[in-house]
Structure formats: C-alpha cells, structure tokens
C-alpha cells in the first residue's frame, strides 16, 4: 500500500480557499468512487484492494468533507486517501461508472447534457492539476518516495484499463430478485422512506444521520433512480428488484422507522408534523373493535416491520441482507 506525507509547509501555502476550488471535484470524483466500491465482487474492485487502501467505508468518510479545515485534516492525516480517492474517480469518469452518478448531477443541477459534459471535464482536469502538484511537492522533498507514488499511480491504471471491459459487463443490468406488489398505503410508505433518506442534511451533528450518510446503498446518487421508479409506479403495479435495490429498500424502510420512533424526528423538525392527531377521549374514540385511533408512528412502525420481516424472511441466507441487517443494528445503538 502506497503512503506518504505532505510537509506543512507545503499544506500552509495552499490557497486559503482550496476547499471551495475543490468541493465540486471531490463531490463528483468520491461519488464516482462510491459507485465503484459498490460492487466489491468485482474484479477491478478486488485488484485494486491490493493497491490502495481505499474502500467503501474510507470513500464514505472522504465524501463527508465539508470545509477547508476537514480537507487540511485530511491532507496531514490520510493524503494517500484523497490522493486515491482523486485518482480513482477521475479513471472512473471515462467508465460506465459515472452514468447515474453525472445523470443524478444533471437532475440536481437542472443542466443540459453539454454543461454536465463541461463540469466533468473541469473537475478531471481540477483533480490532475491537484494530484500533479502532490506529485511535484514529494519530488521536490524526497524523489524515492515520489518515484514510488509514480508507480502506484501507473500500477492503478494499469489495472483500471486491463479490466474495464469486465467493469462494463459490471453494469449490465443485474437480475431480479423479488417481486413485489404495494397497495396505496404500502407505496406511499416506501416512497415516504426513500425520500426521507434522500432529504437528510449532508452537515448534521447528529452521530446517526451521520452514520446513514456513509452506507453505501442509501447514497443519494442510487436513491435518485429507486424515488423516480417509485414515483411513477401505481397501487398494485408489479415491481421487479435486484439485490441492490432491495437491500436499499430495506435499508430506507428500517431508517426512516429508527427516525420515526427516535428523537431524531424532532431533529428533523418533524415531530408535529408526523406525531398524528391528539387521541379522542370517551367511548368514541374507539372503532367497533375496540381499538383506539392508530397514531402516524404507530402506522409507519406497522408497515415497515412488514416490508423488513418479509424481507429477513425470504432472504435470511443472502449475505447482502446479511450485511444490511448489521449495518442497521449498528445504526440502533446511536439513536
């Protein structure tokens, strides 16, 4: 594994505005990243866990960089991290990789395929003036370890180039897994969940929604295409899904239930609005069952218990769910 150091003298004169010249170009190029990482089955994925220390989880704490003083921390901390992280995503901007990354920036954005085209060719070239001077400063300071980071550099294209015909076949469609049917509440419910997730602030101090942020299947460039296959699917309408899409669903369901029965809700701001009407009092607030009015937590405990238990159910042997399950109970124990 490739590491080094940056001198601070080198780190103290940066422009005092280096994170903004490179917000947008660590955005695109870590979510590139976040794709990649998505599929560790892969065979570029595992050659390059053999080059670089760059993982899912490493990608997840990189693309949480939101101010200079973060950016600086990361520099003297882990700079072969943002190095890889870089270098991997600008190799991942000419691959089939970036296809729901740039379309999700597109819808963002609210810009024409050409001006998509435009940014990604200024945050390839941003990030390779960047990783140039990285390169400069170590050859000016110490040339074995810069001779090195050279051949790291060429070992990752290497291997980027000789499997990126097998990172295509990658992103061929995968096949189905589930079939599934909602009825209105049901639909409702998950489309409530997904943007839920999608909607979380990127900046907030609050150890979960922090922790959401870093799974790798709830990233928003995935949660973009699952909301708009929601949003025009019908009440009773048949609805295909691969692994990756279940496991998402999943996973969305079970956090927006953990918000809605945690003081994360109030976090939010919507704990009036999803608390329900105050419950009558007297025999008429009961139904010929003798039940009394179900809350709006009640409700949304009740369908998301039975979209997960169907799910643990029918996929209990599939280490994807396996996977999923573990995540989520590690998110239970910051609520």
Known sequence: MMNFTLSD?????????????????????????????????????????????????????????????????????QPAHVYDLLLLGRLGLDTSLAEPVLRFVRQQMYVSEEQIEAIKGYCIDLSEAFLASVEQHLAETDRAVAGRLGQHRLQVEEVFFTHSRALEAVAEPLPSVASVRFNEPQLQMVRLAVLLVHSLPADSEVPFLQAVLQLPALQPEHLEATAERLGTLQAGEQLTLTMPELVQLYQAMQVCGLVFVSDVLASLGLEDFMSGPPEPSGATAADATGKGPMSSRQAVGEMVSGFTEWVQANFAEEPAIAQARQEIADLTDLV
């Open 9 to 77: 003298t080198w780190l103290t004169q940066l422009p005092a505005d280096i994170y903004d010249q490179l917000a947008h170009c660590l955005s695109l190029h870590g979510m590139v990243c976040a794709e990649l990482f998505s599929r560790p089955d892969s065979a570029l994925v595992q050659q390059l866990t053999l080059l670089t220390p760059i993982n899912a989880a490493t990608v997840a704490d990189l693309n949480a960089i939101l101010s200079q003083e973060q950016l600086l921390d990361a520099l003297r901390q």
